[in-house]
């Protein structure tokens, strides 16, 4: 039976670690978040990976502004397009903006030179 079935975590690669720079191109996937296939992205924010749902937590849409462009040109903020929210990258929490929470996070890894993420409830992938 496969890890997914038995609902146990599991770590799922996603990228090599060096596709991820400080302040740059967010490398997207897709997850299960309750039941439902939603997009979320990696990021790397001094030196350390994030990641987030592609949610806006003012209003359920997505954020990037151009495809996997989350941050502001300074590169310090994740902004929302929609409605420019700014969300710290290391914690996700609302820094200014129309946002009634902060970003979902999703547990990350890097290991051997690639990031895995973590499918555990409320989180899996698209086959569980």
Avoid at 97 to 126: M, N
């Amino acid at each position: 039976m496969p890890e997914c079935q038995t609902n146990a975590p599991f770590w799922v690669a996603l990228c090599n670690s060096s596709d991820l720079v400080d302040g740059g191109l967010a490398v997207p996937f897709m997850v299960r978040y309750q039941g439902l296939a939603c997009r979320a992205f990696a990021i790397r924010f001094q030196g350390q990976v994030h990641a987030y749902l592609n949610r806006c937590g003012h209003v359920a849409m997505e954020m990037d502004w151009q495809p996997d462009r989350f941050f502001d040109p300074t590169g310090r903020w994740l902004v929302c397009a929609t409605h420019g929210a700014l969300y710290a990258p290391d914690t996700g929490l609302c820094q200014a903006g129309p946002c009634k929470r902060g970003l979902i996070a999703l547990e990350t890894r890097e290991y051997d030179g690639v990031l895995h993420w973590r499918s555990q409830y409320p989180f899996q992938t698209l086959e569980c």
